[in-house]
């Protein structure tokens, strides 16, 4: 190993730390009518962190910090997606988070720290890094959770989301004490080679005891059954703008715990059957319940929030397929969540104006006779998360059913395909009621430019990668390939 | 000829047209919306027109082929090419499109630019289907098409829309995502591809091929729709605007025989002969029992839509007793039937229009008030019942005698539609348009203006010319089914 190591891999996470301080002390000499600079600032700061991912990925993983921190393609490109995402949730949030109070210093800091904390568990190649890593992501959130201080409903939300993420943390942390104890080492890299060549197997209780608990930790941070309880009540209670957060970028970050943990430091082969069976079980269960709870909801968040569950499931059985082609398959599908899961609670937050929460099915009556135009990208989306092409989100499906049955597994595809038939009739519902009846609100949509432009970009963008999807699946196969 | 990309042509148009139809915006320029869309129509047929001048019918294997590749990730192409049964569909197709949107003309009031885009796009779409020489590009354009159909029912259509077309969704979904499985389940034991002539050249053991067929079988059957999966139609036909149900009758409802002649049999040619019998008897119950529910029915357009039901059992049953004359007959009875339901429909629009009611007894004596409708409605009818000399005729005597070839039984349960089929339709034909005058309204009744009269005019001819000659229609056709029929009997079977 070299003695001095580059540091370039963690020049994004450098510069953004060194941006939150600059926006938390900036933000202290700026008044409430001039938070825009805030703002102004937060969205440059991660436009610098575009570009320094762009310009420092390099296909060949490349170890710093004493080899506890990679960089490798598949960091770079999910962090780029997450950098985007913050960009464009932002964007979105503004308007909303304006007109009730919640355009502050602390919500513009709270978001590049738990942005910070994403790019570190991207990269991390140590169980600590990335526990850190998630931690400091998901303090970060909780108090984004609560940051609407008069609203009972938030509170709520996040001491339940405090309490359960705090259970689960623990949970990760065990399992992780576990496999050091099995195998005396916390590096990803050498936990793979160490297992790779049999000296602790699938026979040693201790390591299999771990992993138990390390799928329990991820389970709860994808929200997928059973540790799904947190989803409704947090995507419900948090104001629309977190709520918006909570469920896009966290789950890119989400995925790469996924990869790191089980994918790198748990792929053996002996492992792969033992956790494979857990995945399946978690899927089907998530697919069952998300699907079938979705229909009898009345609030969109909570629907949404029950479709997560449903999307995370099949993000799962992409996973469980245990190959590159499969966790290639995982993440083009969590890529094509976010995005879909953008432009919804996107819409939801345009809708919104103050004093008036768009966050009912029934406030979506009528949208194609207000806005037509809106309308259509609304049900573009429905019809991608439904998997209908030619949108994106048939293809995310495809390429994650195409992984299960590549294994073998065509009862669970099967069941996949069924419950995305149950899962259809509650996105209808939402075409349906934009399309086929009459508007109950009649107030004019008045959007501002920039989040007009962004949501025409979005919704575009799900009937563009819908045509041509080639670019998007090439660069996750590759960058999987590359870092696998 | 065969170098220019007219199938892309025959995709494209429509679909473009459509968002130009889009762009014309809100009701103030529904004139505007509408002119477009009937260029955008025409246009979309005239590109079809070098398909059959260019078509060589001596020529086995497809032709216009067009490979580009689409998805590299999955080995994707964008693969088209037709042979003589997709080329005869996409002309059916796309002369369809043209008169639907005449026939919305002044009908659709209400989100016309919205009502013509849809239909442009559907028209796109089924073309897709019909060109396509990829499996995965195939369920693309297959599953594409239920976007625009969902809404044209849901916005345009009668008072229980919502619940047809949530039902129609679903069911066809359902199905569909079935045939997924299968196509990605071919797509691995074929090494990664996705092109159908792989596919149609792979060995597969007999259970494979079984599961195949009935995942294909699920998708295609309720498209078809047959017999016990049919419920859908007469639902979504009620419902439906005129223009969906002419739609959804002439073009959707082939997506389905089509999938079984382009998929189920070259791909899993043992498979088919192992189930051909389950699938002749489904065909049967169709023909029969749905011909004698028709009989009883009180609303035109469900009667029609069961008609129809009857009718694509006839178009199973000649696909599944694999002989040159009961495939042609199959394929000549889609294309006779895309005519005469689709006229049906729009006869049972011009009525509908008039008087707001579907039901056959407010109606009566119609014939003393709209004579020329009368007349015109009569060759359509008669059309469907299987007069000799309609075209009507042509599908179901070549499916009766292929069926002979194949059992003396099937026969004889199939010629029973000529009786049923004759008196269902006759008697609807005779309650609504003889006899004394019903009512008031239908004494207020105005005969058929120019625009509908184009209409059904231009829909006569080809009915009675595909009656009176055939000839051109059944001769593209001799090859592609020869190959076809060669393909299932000779069976690639490998060892399980």
Sequence with gaps: MQFIQPLWPAFPELFLLLAVCVVLIADLFVSDENRIVTYGLTQASLIGCVFLILAWSRPEPVYTFSGMFVGDLMSGVLKLFICLTIMLVLAYARPYAAARGLFRGEFFALVLFATLGMMVMVSANHLLVLYLGLELMMLSTYAMVALQRDSAVATEAAMKYFVLGALASGMLLYGMSMIYGATGTLEITELAQIIGEGAVGPRNAVLIFGLVFIVAGIGFELGVVPFHMWVPDVYHGAPSAVTLFVSTAPKLAGFALLVRLLAQALGADVLVIEWQQMLTVMAVLSLVIGNVTAIVQTNLKRMLAYSTISHMGFVLLGALAGDANGFSAAMFYMVVYVLTNLGAFGMLLLLSRSGFEADRLDDFKGLNQRSPWYAFIMLLIMFSMTGIPPTVGFYAKLAVLQSVLSVGFIGVAVVAVLFSVVGAFYYLRLVKLMYFDAPQDTAPITPDGDVKVLMSLNGAAVLLFGIVPQPLMALCLYSIQASL | ?496
């Design chain 2, 1 to 496: 000829m065969q170098g220019t990309s007219f199938l892309s042509l025959a995709i494209w148009v429509p679909i473009v047209a459509g968002f130009a139809v889009l762009t014309t915006g809100s009701d103030r320029h529904a004139t505007v919306a509408r002119v477009v869309a009937l260029v955008g129509a025409l246009l979309g047929f005239v590109v079809t027109l070098p398909l059959y001048a260019g078509f060589d019918p001596r020529l086995s294997g497809f032709q216009f082929v067009q490979l580009k590749p689409w998805i590299e990730a999955f080995n994707v192409h964008y693969h088209l090419g037709i042979d003589g049964i997709s080329l005869l569909l996409i002309l059916l197709n796309s002369f369809t499109t043209v008169l639907v949107v005449i026939a919305g003309w002044q009908v659709i009031q209400e989100r016309v630019a919205q009502y013509m885009a849809a239909f442009l796009f559907l028209s796109g779409f089924m073309n897709g289907v019909f060109s396509a020489l990829d499996g995965l590009l195939f369920y693309v354009f297959f599953e594409a098409t239920l976007i625009p159909m969902f809404v044209i029912i849901g916005i345009w259509g009668g008072p229980n829309r919502v619940y047809a077309a949530v039902k129609f969704f679903l069911y066809t979904f359902l199905g569909s995502v079935l045939a997924l499985i299968a196509l990605i389940y071919l797509y691995n034991v074929s090494g990664g591809s996705f092109a159908l002539a792989d596919w149609y050249a792979l060995p597969l053991p007999l259970d494979a091929q079984i599961l195949i067929f009935i995942a294909f079988f699920a998708a295609f059957a309720v498209k078809v729709p047959m017999w016990p999966v049919h419920t859908w139609l007469p639902d979504a036909h009620v419902e439906a605007p005129t223009g969906g149900s002419v739609v959804l009758a002439a073009i959707m409802l082939k997506l389905g025989g089509y999938g079984f002649l382009r998929l189920s049999l070259p791909i899993v040619p043992d498979g088919s002969q192992y189930m051909a019998g389950f699938v002749i008897a489904l065909s049967l119950i169709a023909v029969v029992y749905i011909g004698l529910v028709a009989l009883v029915q009180s609303d035109m357009k469900k009667l029609i839509a069961y008609s129809s039901i009857s009718h694509m059992g006839f178009v199973t049953l000649g696909i599944f007793i694999f002989n040159a004359q009961g495939i042609e007959g199959a394929v000549i009875q889609m294309i006779s039937h895309g005519f005469v339901s689709g006229a049906l429909f729009l006869c049972v629009g011009v009525l509908y229009d008039r008087l707001h009611s579907r039901q056959i007894s407010d109606y009566g004596g119609v014939v003393n008030r709209m004579p020329v409708f009368a007349a015109l409605f009569m060759l359509f009818a008669m059309a469907n019942s299987g007069l000799p000399g309609t075209s009507g005729f042509v599908g179901e005597f070549l499916v009766v005698l292929g069926s002979v070839k194949a059992n003396f039984w099937y026969a004889f349960a199939a010629a029973t539609t000529l009786v049923f089929g004759a008196a269902y339709t006759l008697w609807m034909y005779k309650r609504v348009i003889f006899g004394a005058v019903a009512n008031t309204h239908v004494a207020h009744l105005q005969d058929i203006n120019l625009r509908e009269f184009l209409v059904l005019g231009l829909l006569a001819i080809v009915v009675l010319w595909m009656g009176l000659y055939p000839a051109p229609f059944a001769e593209v056709l001799h090859v592609a089914v020869d190959d076809l029929i060669a393909h299932v009997m000779q069976g690639k079977l490998s060892a399980p």
